[in-house]
Each structure stands twice: as C-alpha cells, then as structure tokens.
C-alpha cells in the first residue's frame, strides 16, 4: 500500500493543473507507483498468488490508460512514458 504522502508527491509530479487528482497521467503515475511495492512485495513472498493477480490487473489497467493517452494525446504519453521509464 502506499501511504497517503507517496500518493500525494507521484500527483504533485504528474498533475496537469492543482485540482487534477484523477488524469490520466495521475492515475498511470499512482499504479506505476504501486506496481514497483507489490512487485518488492512477491520478490519475498513468491507464493503469494493473490498479490500475484492484484499486481496484474494493475499492469493490464496501467496499459490501457497509457494506449488511451497514446490515442488521445501523444504529447502527454510520451512525457509520462519518458519520466516513469515506461516503454
């Protein structure tokens, strides 16, 4: 889980303007964010298989935002591609 000042610092980074919480580019920043504790997280528990199915419906969600962004607005998903290291 992240805590309440991670999520806060990941949309201070990615936010389009101050109220924007639920973007795009936030939400991809937050599951970005998560994926990289969930995946610490089965480094040590590799049998944890609920975590397992957690983590991969994070990453399919993640990917259908980015192809939205890449549709919608290519400036913005090569931005955020580029800053989280995203392909």
Sequence with gaps: MLTSRQKVNAMKEHK???KD???AQVQVA???KQI???T???KKHRKDLHSRRGLLKMVGKRKRLMD???KHNPKN???VAK???LK
């Design 16 to 18: 389009a303007h101050d």
């Design 21 to 23: 919480t639920g973007s």
């Design 30 to 32: 937050l599951l970005t």
């Design 36 to 38: 990289e504790e969930l």
């Design 40 to 42: 610490s997280h089965l």
């Design 68 to 70: 939205y962004l890449a």
């Design 77 to 79: 998903y090569a931005a």
């Design 83 to 85: 800053k989280l290291g």
